[in-house]
C-alpha cells in the first residue's frame, strides 16, 4: 500500500509539473475547456461530446509537454547550431494494476516511468525516472509483470541518465547511473550487456546479462536466454521460451524461472498472451516455490494511449502446499508521448 501511494503522489506530481509550464498564470486550455464543460448546460450529446474533448485536450498537453521538455533539455545537453532537429521519443507511462488471489490478499500497485529522450547527444543518453524499480523484485514477478510483494522491494523513486545502444561488437549494452530519492540519498548503477543471433528462417535467440548495484542494499545480477519462434508470412504470432537465473545479495539466494508464452496479436485493438511456467529458490535448500498458466487480454481502450489489461491466473505455490490458487490481474496502462506511430500492443522478435 505504501508503494501505491507514493506512486499516485509521484504521478500527480509529474503531471502537475507537466502542465505548469502551459498556464503562463492564465486559465489553460484544458482548464477553460473543463470550466466551460462545468458550467455549460447541454444536451446528453454535447455533454459527451465536450467531456471527450476535454480528455482529449488534457493527454495532447501532457504529450506536447513532455516532449518540450525533453527537446529543450536535448537541445542544451546536445544540439549544436547547425544541425536540424531530430524527432524526439519522451514518453510518460503511468500504470495502475490490481492483483487478486483466492489465498492471498488484494494487491493494489501503480508506478510511473519516464524517459527524456535526448536524441542529439552524440553518445545517445537518457534521462529517467521511476517510482517502483524492480531490481530487486523476486524474478517471478519481474518474469511476469504481476505485483510485487517482496521485502527487498526498493519502495522508493529513482532518477538518473542512461547511456544506451553503444556497440561492443556483436553487443550491445545500456549503463545507468543514478540516485534513490529519498533521504539519505542511495547511489545505484546498472549495466547490461546483450546479444541477439539469427539461428534459422524461423528460430531467433538474445542473451541478457544484468547487473545492478545499490549502496543500500549490495550488488544482484539477471541471466536471460530467450528463444524466438516465428513464422515470417505470419509475425502476428510469436512464440518464447526462456531461462531466466537471478542472484540478491541481500539474501544469499538464486532463483530460477523457467517460462513458455505465446503473443497473438489478433487486431489491431487487441493482444492475447499465454503463459505457462514454473519457478524455483535456492535456499534453504532448492524447491519449486510455483507453477503457472495464465491468459492475459490487452485491449487498446481509447486511441494510442489508454490500455486495459486482465490476466486470469492458476497457481500452486510451495506456501500452500501446492494447492490450487485461482486469481486475476487487472491493469490501466495511460501512455503520454508526442509520437503517434508508437504501438503499445505490438510484440516483435528482437533483431541483431
Same mark, same amino acid.
Given at each position: +500500500?505504501?508503494?501505491?501511494?507514493?506512486?499516485?503522489?509521484?504521478?500527480?506530481?509529474?503531471?502537475?509539473?507537466?502542465?505548469?509550464p502551459?498556464?503562463?498564470?492564465?486559465e489553460?486550455?484544458?482548464?477553460? +475547456?473543463?470550466? #466551460?464543460?462545468?458550467h455549460?448546460?447541454?444536451?446528453?450529446?454535447?455533454?459527451?461530446?465536450?467531456f471527450?474533448?476535454?480528455?482529449?485536450?488534457?493527454?495532447?498537453?501532457i504529450?506536447?509537454?513532455?516532449?518540450?521538455?525533453?527537446?529543450?533539455?536535448?537541445?542544451?545537453?546536445?544540439?549544436?547550431?547547425?544541425?536540424e532537429?531530430?524527432?524526439?521519443?519522451s514518453?510518460?507511462?503511468?500504470?495502475?494494476?490490481?492483483?487478486?488471489?483466492?489465498?492471498?490478499?488484494?494487491?493494489?500497485?501503480?508506478?510511473?516511468? /519516464?524517459?527524456?529522450?535526448?536524441?542529439?547527444?552524440?553518445?545517445?543518453w537518457?534521462?529517467?525516472?521511476?517510482?517502483?524499480? %524492480?531490481?530487486? %523484485?523476486? &524474478?517471478?514477478?519481474?518474469?511476469?509483470?504481476?505485483?510485487?510483494? $517482496?521485502?527487498?522491494? /526498493?519502495?522508493?523513486?529513482?532518477?538518473?541518465?542512461?547511456?544506451?545502444?553503444?556497440?561492443?561488437?556483436?553487443?550491445?549494452?545500456?549503463?545507468? &547511473?543514478?540516485?534513490?530519492?529519498?533521504?539519505?540519498l542511495?547511489?545505484?548503477?546498472?549495466?547490461? &550487456?546483450?546479444?541477439?543471433?539469427?539461428?534459422?528462417?524461423?528460430?531467433?535467440?538474445?542473451?541478457k546479462?544484468?547487473?545492478? *548495484?545499490?549502496?543500500?542494499?549490495?550488488?544482484?545480477?539477471?541471466?536471460?536466454?530467450?528463444?524466438? *519462434?516465428?513464422?515470417?508470412?505470419?509475425?502476428?504470432?510469436? =512464440?518464447?521460451?526462456?531461462?531466466?537465473?537471478? @542472484?540478491?545479495?541481500?539474501?544469499?539466494?538464486?532463483?530460477?524461472? !523457467?517460462?513458455? #508464452?505465446?503473443?497473438?496479436?489478433?487486431?489491431?485493438?487487441?493482444? =492475447? !498472451? @499465454?503463459?505457462?511456467?514454473? $519457478?524455483?529458490? $535456492?535456499?534453504?535448500? *532448492?524447491?519449486?516455490?510455483?507453477?503457472?498458466? $495464465?491468459?492475459?487480454?490487452?485491449?487498446?481502450? *481509447?486511441?494510442?494511449?489508454?490500455?486495459?489489461?486482465?490476466?486470469?491466473?492458476?497457481?500452486?505455490?510451495?506456501?500452500?502446499?501446492?494447492?490450487?490458487?485461482?486469481?486475476? +490481474?487487472?491493469? &490501466?496502462?495511460l501512455?503520454?508521448?508526442?509520437?503517434?506511430?508508437?504501438?503499445?500492443?505490438?510484440?516483435?522478435?528482437?533483431?541483431?
Amino acid at each position: +500500500m505504501t508503494a501505491l501511494t507514493n506512486s499516485i503522489k509521484y504521478s500527480s506530481l509529474v503531471i502537475s509539473i507537466f502542465l505548469s509550464p502551459l498556464s503562463n498564470g492564465k486559465e489553460s486550455s484544458s482548464e477553460s +475547456m473543463f470550466n #466551460e464543460y462545468k458550467h455549460e448546460k447541454v444536451n446528453e450529446p454535447e455533454h459527451d461530446e465536450t467531456f471527450q474533448s476535454w480528455i482529449d485536450d488534457t493527454q495532447l498537453s501532457i504529450s506536447d509537454t513532455i516532449q518540450e521538455y525533453g527537446a529543450s533539455v536535448d537541445h542544451f545537453v546536445g544540439k549544436t547550431e547547425d544541425e536540424e532537429p531530430i524527432s524526439n521519443r519522451s514518453y510518460i507511462r503511468i500504470r495502475f494494476k490490481s492483483r487478486y488471489t483466492h489465498r492471498e490478499h488484494f494487491d493494489p500497485d501503480a508506478n510511473v516511468y /519516464l524517459k527524456l529522450d535526448l536524441p542529439h547527444t552524440k553518445k545517445n543518453w537518457k534521462l529517467i525516472f521511476e517510482t517502483d524499480p %524492480d531490481d530487486f %523484485d523476486r &524474478l517471478e514477478d519481474k518474469e511476469r509483470s504481476i505485483s510485487n510483494n $517482496s521485502d527487498n522491494s /526498493l519502495n522508493s523513486a529513482i532518477g538518473g541518465v542512461r547511456l544506451q545502444g553503444r556497440k561492443l561488437g556483436e553487443w550491445k549494452t545500456n549503463i545507468d &547511473l543514478g540516485v534513490k530519492l529519498k533521504w539519505p540519498l542511495d547511489p545505484f548503477t546498472r549495466a547490461d &550487456l546483450r546479444r541477439v543471433d539469427q539461428l534459422s528462417h524461423n528460430w531467433t535467440s538474445r542473451f541478457k546479462q544484468e547487473i545492478f *548495484y545499490y549502496h543500500s542494499k549490495g550488488p544482484g545480477s539477471l541471466s536471460s536466454l530467450d528463444l524466438y *519462434y516465428a513464422r515470417r508470412d505470419d509475425p502476428s504470432t510469436i =512464440l518464447k521460451l526462456s531461462s531466466n537465473i537471478q @542472484y540478491l545479495d541481500t539474501d544469499n539466494n538464486w532463483e530460477f524461472v !523457467q517460462q513458455t #508464452e505465446i503473443l497473438d496479436r489478433i487486431d489491431d485493438d487487441n493482444l =492475447l !498472451q @499465454y503463459s505457462l511456467g514454473i $519457478s524455483a529458490d $535456492s535456499r534453504p535448500t *532448492y524447491s519449486i516455490t510455483n507453477s503457472w498458466i $495464465s491468459a492475459g487480454w490487452k485491449h487498446r481502450l *481509447y486511441k494510442q494511449w489508454l490500455y486495459l489489461t486482465v490476466t486470469p491466473e492458476i497457481d500452486f505455490q510451495d506456501k500452500f502446499n501446492y494447492k490450487i490458487n485461482p486469481g486475476i +490481474m487487472v491493469e &490501466l496502462e495511460l501512455f503520454f508521448s508526442s509520437d503517434r506511430g508508437i504501438d503499445r500492443l505490438k510484440r516483435t522478435i528482437p533483431t541483431p
